[in-house]
């Protein structure tokens, strides 16, 4: 399974009064601290990868998940191949990592308003340090069809699909 991925700029009371006027769902508001590591044996910015672990805390309650993102597949899109699970225990979760040798490269914050819209995961990301962005996702075996959709949908809020950034919110802080 993908994730099929495509992010903007986006100024958020815009795309908010546009997800009202096309009726989409809004989902959660949420909290997330994302910390990721690069590995001994290789250097995630190079292979284009990356393994964090996602603090998400939502109405008072806090989880968490570890989560590797692959390589981007394609070059229209931020369309990779993405595992992730639930942790239990964070800290227990960080000393298993520091132990095998991972070291904890940088830390993003962000708010998140999550909306459900086409079938499509539309997130609208408050992050610290770099300002507000909108996400349009979704889980998909097919990449070229979800793609078509998400850039669809971006039309659909008022964005054009070509002001997409393909860099995650981890490198464009590190840049």
């Known amino acids: 399974m993908y994730e099929v991925e495509v992010k903007l700029p986006a100024d958020h009371e815009r795309v908010r ?26 250097s995630f910015s190079e292979t284009d990868e990356a393994l964090r672990i996602r603090r998400v805390r939502r109405d008072g309650e806090t ?9 981007l597949v394609d ?9 992730e699970t639930g942790v239990e225990d964070v800290d227990a979760m960080a000393r298993v990592l520091d132990r095998l040798g991972f070291d904890p ?11 459900a819209l086409d079938g499509y995961t539309v997130v609208l ?30 039309r659909d809020l008022d964005l054009d699909p070509d002001d997409q950034i393909r860099a995650s919110y981890l490198e464009l802080l590190l840049e």
Do not use: M, N, W
């Open 17 to 42: 009064r546009r997800l009202d006027e096309l009726g989409a769902a809004h989902e959660a508001t949420v909290e997330q601290r994302d910390t990721y590591y690069d590995a001994p044996h290789r």
């Open 125 to 154: 990301d408050a992050v610290e340090g770099l300002g507000e962005f909108v996400e349009v996702e979704r889980e998909s075996a097919e990449i070229d069809a979800a793609r078509e959709g998400a850039f669809d949908l971006c």
């Open 75 to 83: 070059d229209a899109s931020k369309t990779r191949e993405e595992v």
């Open 105 to 115: 490269v940088a830390t993003v914050e962000k708010r998140r308003e999550v909306y």
């Open 63 to 71: 989880d968490a998940r570890v989560t590797y993102k692959g390589p």
